[in-house]
Structures are given as structure tokens and as C-alpha cells.
């Protein structure tokens, strides 16, 4: 089986630009999530979607915006890309619903490094 | 608001040695905890996963604990290796901040085995 899918796997954009960073989960998984991680620090919570609901939002400003599609795959879009939005974006994947996620945890992709400059 | 923190941040140990790492977190209302590992510059591949009801979970080398009234896991390493050399990170889930499930991170410790 396909493990999470992310794509592309390397991007460099110039600041004010937009970008969007693609998510497959592993199938039958319903929940996806995207991380932030900056160099030297540990991924840092952006959004979760269930059930192609959000479900929960970090503290990030409403630049980020993501969907879930029904096949339950997952678009992260960034607007008006600033220096400091250069980072690894990661994809994390779980079966979804409450208890599912509490017995299995999650299961991340390979990320993209975005590039701002 | 969870906060989670890894000692040491950096590691460096001869071949064969065992060693442990240390995490612990401010919140103890989890659901689970896990362990993983991350290579230079590539995404995270999950190690043992610990449920809030669990004391440890055991992988080949690797053994994880989990003290959760006192906030603590340790992740086992026995028998390092060269090919162990990674970052690894601990990661809880818990409904910290209002969004159930989100994994909260240490900024991890950078393991370095020398053959």
C-alpha cells in the first residue's frame, strides 16, 4: 500500500506569490493534517480535517487556508508568501474519528520544502 | 497550553552503546504519545506509538515508557548502531488548545552514532 503522498516535493516561489502543497493519505485514512517545520525545530500544527470538515486550526495567520476534497485528499494554500513561511511542510494522515486516532496515531509523508525568496 | 521538551538536544555515542532519550510534557491530559525519527531534510517515520492507558511499547531496539501522571517518556535504544543517527522527535495528542488529536512536538534530540 501507498504510504502519504505529498507533492511536489521541493518548490521555491518568490515573495507575495502563492502557493499550494498537495496531500494523499494512505488509503482508507480520513483525516489529514499539515505541519510546519521550520529548520532546527519541530513541526508546528497548522490544520486538521476530517470527514472534510476542519477540525482544528494552529496559530497561524489566515494566509494558510486548506481543504479536503472527497477522495480525502488535502490542498494547503498559502497567499502572499513571506521569507519567513520557508519551511518544511509535512502531511500527516490517521484513519480518523476519535478512537481510531487515539489506538494508531498518525502517519506523516516525506514533506515539501518550500523555498521562499 | 501542552509544551513538550526533549533532553538532551544533541547526543553523540559509540557504536553499541545503549542510551536513552527524555521527554516530558506540561499537560497529562493525553491520548497518546509517540516517538519518531526524522533524516536530514526528509519527513517523519513513526517509531512506537503509546497510548494514555499504556506504560511501554516495545520495537526490536527500541523501548518506550510512559509516566503520564508525571509527565515523562523515555525512548530505549539498545545496541546503537551508525544507521541510528537521526533526529527524534516526541510528539503528544491530547485536546491542548482547543483542537482534539493535533500532535504537540519537542524540538527533538540529534542522535550521532560513531562506527
Known amino acids: 500500500d501507498a504510504g502519504v503522498t505529498q507533492s511536489p516535493t521541493h518548490l521555491i516561489k518568490t515573495r507575495g506569490q502563492h502557493v499550494t502543497l498537495r496531500c494523499s493519505p494512505i488509503?482508507?485514512?480520513?483525516?489529514v493534517s499539515w505541519y510546519q517545520q521550520v529548520l532546527g525545530q519541530g513541526p508546528q500544527f497548522i490544520f486538521q480535517?476530517?470527514?472534510?470538515?476542519?477540525?482544528g486550526r494552529g496559530n497561524f495567520p489566515d494566509r494558510f487556508s486548506a481543504r479536503q476534497f472527497p477522495n480525502y485528499s488535502s490542498e494547503l494554500n498559502v497567499n502572499a508568501l513571506l521569507l519567513g513561511d520557508s519551511a518544511l511542510y509535512l502531511c500527516?494522515?490517521?484513519?480518523?474519528?476519535?478512537?481510531?486516532?487515539?489506538?494508531?496515531?498518525?502517519?506523516f509523508g516525506s514533506g515539501t520544502r518550500l523555498t521562499v525568496v | 497550553k501542552q509544551e513538550v521538551t526533549q533532553i538532551p538536544a544533541a547526543l553523540s555515542v559509540p557504536e553499541g552503546e545503549n542510551l536513552v532519550l527524555n521527554c516530558s510534557f506540561t499537560?497529562?491530559?493525553?491520548?497518546?504519545l509517540q516517538w519518531f525519527r526524522q533524516d536530514p531534510g526528509k519527513g517523519l517515520t513513526s517509531l512506537l506509538l503509546?497510548?494514555?492507558?499504556?506504560r511501554e511499547q516495545t520495537s526490536g531496539r527500541l523501548n518506550a515508557s510512559l509516566d503520564k501522571s508525571s509527565g515523562r517518556s523515555t525512548l530505549y535504544i539498545a545496541a546503537s548502531q551508525p544507521g541510528d543517527s537521526a533526529t527524534y522527535l516526541c510528539?503528544?495528542?491530547?485536546?491542548?488548545?482547543?483542537?482534539?488529536?493535533?500532535?504537540?512536538f519537542g524540538k527533538g534530540t540529534l542522535l550521532t552514532v560513531n562506527p
Open positions: 510528539a503528544v495528542s491530547g485536546n491542548s488548545g482547543g483542537s482534539n488529536y493535533k500532535l504537540t
Open positions: 499537560d497529562s491530559a493525553i491520548y497518546n
Open positions: 488509503s482508507g485514512h480520513k483525516s
Open positions: 503509546i497510548q494514555s492507558s499504556q
Open positions: 500527516a494522515s490517521s484513519p480518523g474519528g476519535p478512537t481510531l486516532t487515539r489506538n494508531y496515531g498518525y502517519t
Open positions: 480535517y476530517y470527514e472534510k470538515e476542519e477540525r
